[in-house]
């Protein structure tokens, strides 16, 4: 079998790793010509694309299973090369939702309501992907080894608590995201929308609070969303302007999958232990 990632971030990587054990052939695209000749060099075939032309047509000679992991339009322009490959899956996001004001969403039963531009362009993908029968996963907030409460408090990046009451947010644990990929190769079903979330949105306080007892020190001081807002990037300030609560039913029922970090408090002791 043979996975082509059209960019070859953390989600491929860690696809690749889990199956390249049982054989198979793994290719990708990267923007930097170096990143490409490293990853050459320890065994993945790595092109340099930036999606302004066409892929060489040989670059996907014998793939299987497509990974598009890089926003619209980079790919726009592979989309014609890709028919008839057996397997499409395209990685969004659940900021297409927009705000629900903290009420559950899922693929089946909430219209799409993004907000932001970039959540918009997202959906514009995902209709490119859905004409063309793609799998779409729309991914939570995403955390992982070296991207997590944890590693945040350890190093500084996270200096404050913002308090909103009501706020919450739902995660996902990449290990999961990289599961429920292999449970679609195993059962698909072409033109599907999954939503890949964890059991239970928190606010980003409640996680911050519990990483920092995990390290046994004090959490950095709270400060309210309205205090905050106003230093805050356009992007960060858009995150905690829309609240919704993410259902992973379908990942469950349909693809059977079971989450090896239900919550974030099975994902930070992983990160510890």
Known sequence: MHLFCFGYG???????????????????????????????????????????????????????????????????????????????????????????????????????????????RRVEGEKAWLAIDAHVFRLAGIYGPGRNAIDDLRHGRTTRRIIKPGQVFSRCHVYDICSSLLASFERPNPGAIYDIADDEPASSAEVIEYAAAMLGIDPPPAVSFDDAAPAMSEMARSFYQECRRVSNARIKDELGVQLAFPTYREGLRAVVG
């Open 10 to 120: 953390d989600v491929a990587r860690r696809l690749a790793a889990r199956l390249t054990p049982h054989g198979w052939t793994i290719a990708g695209t990267v923007r930097d010509p170096a990143r490409a000749a490293a990853l050459n060099a320890v065994g993945v075939r790595a092109f340099a694309y930036d999606g302004s032309a066409a892929l060489a047509e040989s670059a996907l000679d014998g793939v299987t299973h497509v990974l598009v992991s890089v926003p619209p339009p980079e790919t726009i322009v592979a989309q014609h090369q890709l028919r008839g490959i057996p397997w499409l899956g395209y990685l969004s996001t659940t900021g297409v939702y927009g705000d629900h004001q903290g009420g559950w969403v899922d693929a089946q039963s909430t219209p799409v309501a993004p907000r932001t531009e970039r959540a918009r």
